[in-house]
T-cell receptor
Framework: DVKVTQSSRYLVKRTGEKVFLECVQDMDHENMFWYRQDPGLGLRLIYFSYDVKMKEKGDIPEGYSVSREKKERFSLILESASTNQTSMYLC????????????????FGDGTRLSIL | GDSVTQMEGPVTLSEEAFLTINCTYTATGYPSLFWYVQYPGEGLQLLLKATKADDKGSNKGFEATYRKETTSFHLEKGSVQVSDSAVYFCALRSFSGGYNKLIFGAGTRLAVHP
């Protein structure tokens, strides 16, 4: 089974801090994703990566950056945390898939609930 | 742009009741459609999928049929159990900007009581 591991289940940080959320997958997947989940809004894509050292902005990248130095690890960085970034953050990975392989499922970690005080 | 609309929750049912969670979508082309489930304290898991019109996805007693004419992918189960209590997300795979991405609905919370 695919295992996507997020480093923390719960995290409390202060406004202005630099925050790192870590995600590791063990299935040699090419694709990795960071989402935030908020009530009534579902999941919104922050950033994604289709290869090592490659990143693409999702729908809500402002205030975030990412790093993918190794294939198995995808880090989300809050450069200067703000209270509106309090949320549940979900990491996911999937095997490579272009337009013709559109049914590769995404496998999710258990999430990190981040509170910014 | 592409989008997914789900019925608002929470949906509260008694055990063994029939479940329908509505999902409609807006997209260009023929996207693949998915239902994901999130149990309390966990991440999302793929429940079922359908990749073309009239396909029926099924898993764990849940079913959903890809209806191109009504742009819908409603989730159904004939007899729910307490263990089905979770949040259910409808999603479509969107191809834009040269990449595939999942577009999620807002989620529907289901609570099943004994």
């Amino acid at each position: 089974d695919v295992k996507v591991t997020q480093s923390s289940r719960y995290l409390v940080k202060r406004t202005g801090e630099k925050v790192f959320l870590e995600c590791v997958q063990d299935m040699d997947h090419e694709n990795m994703f960071w989402y935030r989940q908020d009530p009534g809004l579902g999941l919104r894509l922050i950033y994604f990566s289709y290869d090592v050292k490659m990143k693409e902005k999702g729908d809500i990248p402002e205030g975030y950056s990412v790093s993918r130095e190794k294939k198995e690890r995808f880090s989300l960085i809050l450069e200067s945390a703000s209270t509106n970034q309090t949320s549940m953050y979900l990491c996911a990975s999937s095997a490579a898939g272009g337009e013709t392989r559109s049914n590769q499922p995404q496998h999710f970690g258990d999430g990190t609930r981040l509170s910014i005080l | 742009g592409d989008s997914v609309t789900q019925m608002e929750g929470p949906v509260t049912l008694s055990e063994e009741a029939f479940l329908t969670i509505n999902c409609t979508y807006t997209a260009t082309g023929y996207p693949s459609l998915f239902w994901y489930v999130q149990y309390p304290g966990e991440g999302l898991q793929l429940l079922l999928k359908a990749t073309k019109a009239d396909d029926k996805g099924s898993n764990k007693g849940f079913e959903a049929t890809y209806r191109k004419e009504t742009t819908s992918f409603h989730l159904e189960k004939g007899s729910v159990q307490v263990s089905d209590s979770a949040v259910y997300f409808c999603a479509l795979r969107s191809f834009s900007g040269g990449y595939n991405k999942l577009i999620f609905g807002a989620g529907t919370r289901l609570a099943v009581h004994p």
